[in-house]
Every structure is written in structure tokens, then in C-alpha cells.
T-cell receptor
Framework: DVKVTQSSRYLVKRTGEKVFLECVQD?????MFWYRQDPGLGLRLIYF???????EKGDIPEGYSVSREKKERFSLILESASTNQTSMYLC???????????????FGAGSRLTVL | AQSVTQPDIHITVSEGASLELRCNYS??????LFWYVQSPGQGLQLLLK??????LVQGIKGFEAEFKRSQSSFNLRKPSVHWSDAAEYFC????????????FGRGTSLIVHP
């Protein structure tokens, strides 16, 4: 089974701190994603990456950046955390070829971030 | 751009009762459709998907969904709900870009009464 691991399940940070959320997948997937999940708003795409060192903005990239230096690792960075970034963050991965059923996302368990 | 609407924020059913969760989509071409489930404290897990062919799709945990092009719907059904089915359910439609990224609905929270 594909496994997507988010290293931190719960984090508490202070306003203005720099925050790193790490995500690692073990099945050689080309695509990786960061979503934010808030009650009543569902999942909103922050950033995605379809290859090493490649990144694309999603629907809500403001206040976030990402890094993908290795294929298996995709990091989400909050340069200066704010209280409105308190949320659940979900990482996901998928293969890149549609013919293989690549649209299926495999999710990590999530990282719940609280910014005080 | 594609969009997904899940009209019901919460659904409450009794254990053993049948279930239908609604999903309507908007997309200009043949859609790729998904249902995911999120158990408390967990990430999302794929229940089933529709890419083409038979419009009635079987998934895991006894769930099925039917694609109805004329109604732009992809409703999720289960004939008899178990208490362990209590979870958040997300419908998704894809795609954009080369990797066909899905757009998710806002989710429906299923509450199961004993």
C-alpha cells in the first residue's frame, strides 16, 4: 500500500513563527499536493508539485510556500504564521499517468496546526 | 473550471437504514468522479471512482455510486449503514492540468444512531 506520512500530527506555534510541515511518500509518485481543510469549506488546494523542484499554485497559495527537493518529500512552509492559518493540513500524492488511474489521491493522516 | 456541490452538510441515519449522499457536479467534458471517506482523526480514503463505462460503480465497504449524466449527479448509496460508517464523505470531480487534480466538495458529515 502507498503510504503518505506527515511527520507532525499536532503543532502549536506562535504568530510570526516560521512553520515547516513535512510530508513523505514511499511509492515513487510523481505528484504531491498540500490541502487545507476547514469546517464547512472542505478541502482547498494550496500548492501541488508534479516533479522534483516543480511547483504550481493551487487555489489559496497566499501565505504559503513549498519545497520539493526530492521526489518523495514535499514540504509546506508558513513563512510567518498567522492565526487565520490555524487549520488541518493534508498532504496527498498520486501517480502522473492518467492511464494508470492516476487521479486517485492517497492522503496522509493530516497535521493539525494551531497558531496562537 | 469544474465544481462540486454536496447539498447536505449533515445526514443522520439509524443503524441498518439505507443511505444516499448527494453530489452534483459542473464540468464541461466527461467527468472523472470520486467519493472519499474521512474517518475521525484520519486522512481521506478512496471509496470508489468513475472514469468511464458502467455508470453504476461498486466500491469498498459495501458502497456504490451511480453516474447520471442527465442530472450531473454522482450519488453515493449503501443499503444498510453500520455504526462504523460515521465519517465525513467527500465527492470530487477532476481534472485540470496534466495530473488531473480533483476538485473536492465541502463534504457531508454522516451521523449514525444506534
Amino acid at each position: 500500500d502507498v503510504k503518505v506520512t506527515q511527520s507532525s500530527r499536532y503543532l502549536v506555534k506562535r504568530t510570526g513563527e516560521k512553520v515547516f510541515l513535512e510530508c513523505v511518500q514511499d511509492m515513487d509518485h510523481e505528484n504531491m499536493f498540500w490541502y487545507r481543510q476547514d469546517p464547512g469549506l472542505g478541502l482547498r488546494l494550496i500548492y501541488f508539485s508534479y516533479d522534483v523542484k516543480m511547483k504550481e499554485k493551487g487555489d489559496i497559495p497566499e501565505g504559503y510556500s513549498v519545497s520539493r527537493e526530492k521526489k518523495e518529500r514535499f514540504s509546506l512552509i508558513l513563512e510567518s504564521a498567522s492565526t487565520n492559518q490555524t487549520s488541518m493540513y493534508l498532504c496527498a500524492s498520486s501517480t502522473g499517468t492518467f492511464s494508470s488511474g492516476a487521479n486517485v489521491l492517497t492522503f496522509g493522516a493530516g497535521s493539525r496546526l494551531t497558531v496562537l | 473550471a469544474q465544481s462540486v456541490t454536496q447539498p447536505d452538510i449533515h445526514i443522520t441515519v439509524s443503524e441498518g437504514a439505507s443511505l444516499e449522499l448527494r453530489c452534483n457536479y459542473s464540468y464541461g467534458a466527461t467527468p472523472y468522479l470520486f467519493w472519499y471517506v474521512q474517518s475521525p482523526g484520519q486522512g481521506l480514503q478512496l471509496l470508489l471512482k468513475y472514469f468511464s463505462g458502467d455508470t453504476l460503480v461498486q466500491g469498498i465497504k459495501g458502497f456504490e455510486a451511480e453516474f447520471k449524466r442527465s442530472q450531473s449527479s454522482f450519488n453515493l448509496r449503501k443499503p444498510s449503514v453500520h455504526w462504523s460508517d460515521a465519517a465525513e464523505y467527500f465527492c470530487a470531480v477532476g481534472a485540470r492540468g496534466g495530473s488531473y487534480i480533483p476538485t473536492f466538495g465541502r463534504g457531508t458529515s454522516l451521523i449514525v444512531h444506534p
